[in-house]
């Protein structure tokens, strides 16, 4: 697997926070993005901050709704690492590590909506995974036993 340089790294970061990391099906379409929620009908986006807002916090989030804005943070804190990167002052495994936690808890969302009987993709979970794996895979192996 070839090096990759923290500024395409920070690119395929900044990326990743731009896709829809869940699609739900329904009688709306929706797309989670780690900023907010996009409905198809009619066309409307929600930012998390809003949703957080008019839901009563965090809290009162369904436990499957947690999963959302628990992997924006840890999406944040990927984010913030691989900045650093940049600078010269990012921890790979840090880095790695977090966009793995982001994938696997922003899973809970779309296993929370398939128990409701919508059908969810988790295209977001799937690129932070294969993410930290194109990118950050050496320093995360050295890592793990």
Not at 45 to 70: K, N, S, V
Not at 106 to 129: N, S
């Amino acid at each position: 697997m070839a090096r990759v340089s923290a500024r395409r790294r920070l690119l395929a970061v900044i990326v990743l926070g731009l896709v829809p990391w869940t699609i739900v099906t329904g009688a709306v379409l929706t797309f989670v993005f780690p900023f907010g929620l996009a409905n198809t009908t009619p066309l409307h986006l929600t930012p998390l901050t809003d949703y957080l807002r008019f839901a009563g916090g965090f809290a009162a989030l369904p436990g499957f709704l947690r999963a959302w804005p628990t992997s924006v943070l840890l999406y944040l804190g990927a984010l913030v690492s691989a900045v650093g990167g940049v600078l010269g002052r990012e921890d790979r495994r840090v880095t790695g590590g977090l966009l793995v936690l982001a994938g696997v808890s922003h899973l809970g969302l779309a296993v929370g909506f398939l128990r409701t009987g919508r059908l969810a993709i988790p295209l977001g979970p799937v690129l932070a995974l294969a993410l930290a794996w194109w990118c950050y895979w050496p320093a995360l192996r050295r890592t793990v036993p």
